[in-house]
């Protein structure tokens, strides 16, 4: 099977888009929070977007294995746009930052209150 069919197959396995997207999470959640806790504007999640670029930039290695490492930019852009949509779709990205906020905040506050 050529690099492009995987990386197609890839695409139409929900159990595969599942896993890509709790790397994704990973991420979000431990690195991106660092610099960047909130969604500042929509405009930041449309194709092109300051925190899509961030996605194509940091996430392709995360989620990469023979398939996507080995697929031709074009076929492993694609993939990552697949992913990147079903993200925007479900508002994941708002969604993570929201929980890693939250569990941040009670961090602190269990902190505070147990001084």
């Given at each position: 099977?050529?690099?492009r069919h995987e990386v197609l197959a890839r695409a139409g396995?929900?159990?595969k888009v599942e896993e890509d997207k709790n790397k994704v999470r990973e991420y979000v959640m431990d690195d991106l929070f660092e610099r960047a806790p909130f969604v500042g504007r929509r405009s930041d999640l449309r194709h092109g977007g300051v925190l899509h670029k961030d996605f194509l930039k940091n996430c392709r290695s995360k989620i990469a294995d023979g398939a996507l490492?080995?697929?031709?930019?074009?076929?492993?852009?694609?993939?990552?746009?697949t992913i990147w949509s079903t993200?925007?779709?479900d508002n994941s990205y708002s969604t993570w930052l929201s929980m890693?906020?939250?569990?941040?905040?009670?961090?602190?506050?269990?902190?505070?209150?147990?001084?």
């Open positions: 099977m050529s690099m396995n929900p159990e490492v080995q697929a031709t930019n074009r076929d492993a852009e694609s993939y990552m746009n993200l925007v779709k890693k906020r939250s569990s941040r905040y009670q961090a602190m506050q269990d902190k505070f209150e147990s001084e």
